[in-house]
T-cell receptor, first 111, second 113 residues
Framework: DVKVTQSSRYLVKRTGEKVFLECVQD?????MFWYRQDPGLGLRLIYF???????EKGDIPEGYSVSREKKERFSLILESASTNQTSMYLC??????????FGPGTRLLVL | SQKIEQNSEALNIQEGKTATLTCNYT??????LQWYRQDPGRGPVFLLL?????KEKRKERLKVTFDTTLKQSLFHITASQPADSATYLC????????????FGGGTRLMVKP
């Protein structure tokens, strides 16, 4: 079975801190994604990557950056965390784009 | 702009009945549509994919229909069980290159024993 892991399940940070969220997949998938999920707003795509060192903006990239130096690892970076970035962050991967495999999520609280 | 609508109100049904969830979309013609299940505090899990040239797809107690004229997909769970209680999300490819999925807000299903 495909396994997508995320570095933390829960994270508490202070406003202005730099935050790194890491995601690792073990199935050699080409595509990786970062979403955030908020009540009433559903899942929204932040960034995705279809290859090493490649990235594409999703619907809400502002305030975020990403890094994909290795195929299995996709990092989401909050350069200067703000309270409106408090959310559930979900990483996903896919190969043929016929389905996405999601990680367990990171619940981030920015104080 | 593309829009995907799912009933934001929870659907409450009795165990053993058929649950029917709706996904409507506008301003787009997706090549395929997917359904996911999400339990509280967890990531979504893929259930089914249906392509634009398929009218219906089944998997065990699950059935999905896809009406490209009505721009609607229906998701059915027959003989529902309390373990089916979860939030169900539909998702569409934003472009035919298949690079991005757009998710609906999800419908929460509660199956009461």
């Amino acid at each position: 079975d495909v396994k997508v892991t995320q570095s933390s399940r829960y994270l508490v940070k202070r406003t202005g801190e730099k935050v790194f969220l890491e995601c690792v997949q073990d199935m050699d998938h080409e595509n990786m994604f970062w979403y955030r999920q908020d009540p009433g707003l559903g899942l929204r795509l932040i960034y995705f990557s279809y290859d090493v060192k490649m990235k594409e903006k999703g619907d809400i990239p502002e305030g975020y950056s990403v890094s994909r130096e290795k195929k299995e690892r996709f990092s989401l970076i909050l350069e200067s965390a703000s309270t409106n970035q408090t959310s559930m962050y979900l990483c996903a991967s896919s190969q043929l784009r016929d389905r996405e495999y999601f990680g367990p999520g990171t619940r981030l609280l920015v104080l | 702009s593309q829009k995907i609508e799912q009933n934001s109100e929870a659907l409450n049904i009795q165990e053993g009945k058929t649950a029917t969830l709706t996904c409507n979309y506008t301003n787009y013609s997706p090549a395929y549509l997917q359904w996911y299940r999400q339990d509280p505090g967890r990531g979504p899990v893929f259930l089914l994919l249906i392509r634009e040239n398929e009218k219906e797809k089944r998997k065990e107690r699950l059935k999905v229909t896809f009406d490209t004229t009505l721009k609607q997909s229906l998701f059915h769970i027959t003989a529902s069980q309390p373990a089916d209680s979860a939030t169900y999300l539909c998702a569409l490819d934003m472009n035919n290159a298949g690079n991005m999925l757009t998710f609906g807000g999800g419908t929460r299903l509660m199956v009461k024993p």
